[in-house]
């Protein structure tokens, strides 16, 4: 048995994660067997954090640099806002598409440049100031005013859904599920197969090091918060259609979220380290909480007090894995 321990430690590092996901299923289905698996149900678990999942994939490369984006929530706000006044204006809606995930690699340059030319002392700084800007600006277009009826194009990949003929119409796979595994499948393919990839975690491994080697620092952490905007307006294109509309308070806090979900899913705040499907489980047991605790009548307060404590915990663990690595 001893002599197992070892790989018994290294699956749980690996696969611990999933393996949480699934007891948490477990414990809901026992608790509202009914309810919980029900296609409805699952069918709005998967709807409801599409948008958390993208975010978090943008969030999950940058704190991979041992960075921190907090302007995603308001860039996919004002992504949101613009592809919305577009789409009622009568833009075609090939463009309108294109519109959000545009802004967001926009703003994304902004925070990148803003960090390595001016030389901030941490992304912290830059993110935060772009944070107010992206959502006054959100504001401004349409003087806080919301944008609804968007049209048929825009709502597809929000609320449409892929029966295959084999699940009950209206349900079935919601597109926004297939919009999510494509981003997750090409994330991890560039963060594992691709040169820059490695360069962005050789980066958050350590910085100094990666210079000396050779690789262009300033350069991999622009591309990375560009990375981070595309997926935050991709995330705004998402909502826009699940809700048919553009709201300027759109995204409020939900950079929280994105980083809670990484920081859950095993990726370091210090850098160097998660997995995409880390984050992906992250993005569910966040999503599983919430649906579990809605089920059960939990109050919203109650909700946001758990989710705190599982972020600190989630943290904490983060901090003894690496006092753990530092003494081997």
């Given at each position: 048995?001893l002599?197992?321990s070892p790989?018994?430690?290294?699956?749980?590092?690996?696969?611990?994660?999933?393996v949480?996901?699934?007891?948490m299923?477990?414990?809901?289905?026992?608790?509202?067997?009914?309810?919980f698996?029900?296609?409805?149900?699952?069918?709005?678990?998967?709807?409801?954090?599409?948008?958390?999942?993208?975010?978090?994939?943008?969030?999950?490369?940058?704190?991979?640099?041992?960075?921190i984006?907090?302007?995603?929530?308001?860039?996919?706000?004002?992504?949101?806002?613009?592809?919305a006044?577009?789409?009622?204006?009568g833009?075609?809606?090939?463009?309108?598409?294109?519109?959000?995930?545009?802004?967001?690699?926009?703003?994304?340059?902004?925070?990148?440049?803003?960090?390595t030319?001016?030389?901030?002392?941490?992304?912290?700084?830059?993110?935060?100031?772009?944070?107010?800007?992206?959502?006054?600006?959100?504001?401004?277009?349409?003087?806080g005013?919301?944008?609804?009826?968007?049209?048929?194009?825009?709502r597809y990949?929000g609320q449409?859904?892929?029966?295959?003929?084999?699940?009950?119409?209206?349900?079935?796979?919601?597109?926004?599920?297939?919009?999510?595994?494509?981003?997750?499948?090409?994330m991890?393919?560039f963060?594992?197969?691709?040169?820059?990839?490695?360069?962005?975690?050789?980066?958050?491994?350590?910085?100094h090091?990666?210079?000396?080697?050779?690789?262009?620092?300033?350069?991999?952490l622009?591309y990375?918060?560009?990375i981070?905007?595309?997926?935050?307006?991709?995330?705004?294109?998402?909502?826009?259609?699940r809700?048919?509309?553009g709201?300027?308070?759109?995204g409020?806090?939900?950079e929280?979220?994105?980083?809670?979900?990484?920081?859950?899913?095993?990726?370091?705040?210090?850098?160097?380290?998660?997995?995409?499907?880390?984050v992906?489980?992250?993005?569910?047991i966040?999503?599983l909480?919430?649906?579990?605790l809605?089920?059960?009548?939990?109050?919203?307060?109650w909700?946001?007090?758990?989710?705190?404590?599982?972020?600190?915990?989630?943290?904490?663990i983060?901090?003894?894995?690496?006092?753990?690595?530092?003494?081997?």
């Open positions: 048995m002599g197992n790989r018994l430690s290294s699956f749980l590092e690996h696969y611990g994660i999933v949480i996901v699934v007891v299923m477990a414990l809901l289905y026992a608790t509202r067997p009914d309810v698996m029900s296609l409805a149900n699952l069918t709005n678990i998967i709807k409801q954090n599409a948008t958390l999942a993208l975010l978090a994939l943008g969030m999950f490369v940058v704190i991979v640099t041992a960075g984006d907090l302007s995603v929530g308001s860039v996919m706000a004002l992504g949101m806002m613009c592809l006044v577009a789409a009622k204006a833009v075609p809606w090939p463009i309108v598409v294109l519109i959000g995930p545009l802004v967001g690699i926009t703003a994304g340059l902004v925070n990148g440049l803003g960090l030319v001016l030389r901030l002392p941490h992304p912290f700084i830059m993110t935060l100031g772009t944070l107010n800007i992206a959502r006054g600006l959100s504001s401004l277009i349409t003087e005013a919301p944008v609804s009826g968007l049209g048929r194009e825009v990949l449409a859904n892929y029966d295959f003929g084999i699940f009950p119409p209206p349900t079935g796979l919601p597109a926004s599920l297939f919009v999510v595994i494509i981003s997750a499948v090409g991890w393919f963060l594992n197969r691709t040169s820059m990839g490695r360069h962005i975690f050789a980066i958050g491994g350590n910085t090091a990666a210079r000396v080697s050779g690789i262009n620092v300033d350069r991999v622009v990375v918060y560009a981070s905007g595309f997926f935050a307006g991709l995330g705004g294109l998402l909502l826009a259609g809700t048919d509309s709201f300027p308070l759109a409020q806090n939900a929280l979220d994105a980083i809670a979900a990484v920081i859950i899913g095993g990726a370091s705040f210090f850098g160097g380290r998660g997995t995409v499907l880390g992906m489980a992250g993005v569910l966040m999503g909480m919430r649906n579990g809605n089920l059960n009548n939990v109050s919203p307060f909700q946001q007090i758990l989710i705190g404590l599982v972020i600190i915990a989630a943290v904490y983060d901090v003894l894995r690496r006092h753990a690595a530092v003494r081997r």
